[in-house]
Structure formats: C-alpha cells, structure tokens
C-alpha cells in the first residue's frame, strides 16, 4: 500500500514538470518572451550598482574640491604667517636704521673720519637693502599731498594755497609692506589760515 501512494503522489510532480516544459517550449516556438526573475533582478542590481557608483563618483568630486579648497587655504596661512613674520622683524629693525641714519647726520656735522661715516652708512644700506629685497619700501612724504593713510602729522604749518595739505617736512620716515602701513611717517604738513 505504501508503495502505491508514492507512486501517485510521483505522479501528479512528473505532470507538473511536463506541463511546465511544454508552456515554455510553446512559448519559444510562438516567440512570446516568459519573464525571467533573473534578467530583473541582474537589472535591479545593475540600476543599483550604477546609482551606487554615481554617489560614490559625486563624493569623490567633492573630496577633490575640499582637497583643492584646502591646500588654497593652508597656502594663505603660510602666506600671511610669513608677512606678520616679515613685519614684525621689520618694525623692530627699523628704530636701528634710524639711529644709524641719525648718527651719519651727526658725523657729518662733527666732521669726523670718513672711514666711521663710510661704516656706519654701508651697514644702514645694507639694512635697507635687504628689507628691500622682501617688499618694504619707504614712503615717500617730502613735498607730498598728506595721505592719512600713509602719514601722521604731527604739527601744522601755515601755508599758501597752492601748498596747501602739502608735507612740509619728515620727522620720522614711514615704510611699508606690500601695501600694508608697517610705520605711518611722522611728518609737518602745511595748512591754509
């Protein structure tokens, strides 16, 4: 008995597979298409492999441009750093070039030693000559309109009109970094009564 229930449970599966074997053969021969789940799923999995590769193409996009963004930023740190650097050394070697200039001055009055005057004016050229060579320059200020942002006067004159807001005389010289004011000139400018 046991033998004849296996045999007609077998039965109804082998009919199942043939029926299902003849769909598919009558499907090819007329040419209709059967969907097949695993053409859709290698689809899903392609649509989602390419929107996948897209996100990661588009954080790659922006890394490089914070990389760019970065390496523009730590080149004007460095850029300003050595600026205040070069300013800071500038403004405490330029109380030295005015002695130096100063004490030319007053050799050449006391009539000293060419040597001493020769020393002491080729250590202040070299000096001016190597802060030159980083960008300060002098202001110039001698007969100049007055800039308040380049002088700081520090007496009136009385003057004619045409000499009017014009600098008379240098107190102290002004330079500057770049177009930065490291040290305004001190000087005596001329103003209409």
């Known amino acids: 008995m046991k033998h004849k229930k296996q045999k007609e449970e077998e039965k109804p599966q082998v009919n199942n597979t043939i029926e299902e074997n003849t769909a598919e053969e009558a499907s090819a021969q007329t040419g209709e298409a059967v969907p097949d789940q695993a053409a859709e ?4 999995e392609i649509l989602e492999l390419k929107k996948q590769s ?7 996009l922006r890394m490089q441009a914070d990389f760019e963004n970065y390496k523009k930023r730590i080149a004007r740190e460095r ?54 060579k980083n960008g300060v320059k002098e202001i110039e200020a001698m007969d100049k309109e007055f800039d308040p942002n380049l002088h700081h006067a520090v007496m009136k004159v009385p003057g004619e009109d045409e000499d009017e807001n014009k600098i008379k005389e240098v ?23």
């Open 41 to 44: 799923t290698d689809n899903k």
């Open 79 to 132: 850029e300003d750093m050595y600026n205040n650097v070069l300013e800071t050394i500038t403004a405490q070697l330029l109380p030295i070039v005015d002695n130096m200039e100063r004490a030319v001055e007053a050799f050449n009055k006391d009539k000293l030693d060419e040597q001493y005057i020769s020393g002491v004016e080729m250590v202040c050229n070299q000096i001016i000559d190597i802060l030159k």
């Open 54 to 60: 897209e996100e990661y193409y588009n954080r790659l």
């Open 171 to 193: 107190f102290q010289k002004g330079y500057i970094l770049e177009n930065k004011v490291i040290r305004p000139s001190l000087v005596k400018v001329s103003v209409k009564q």
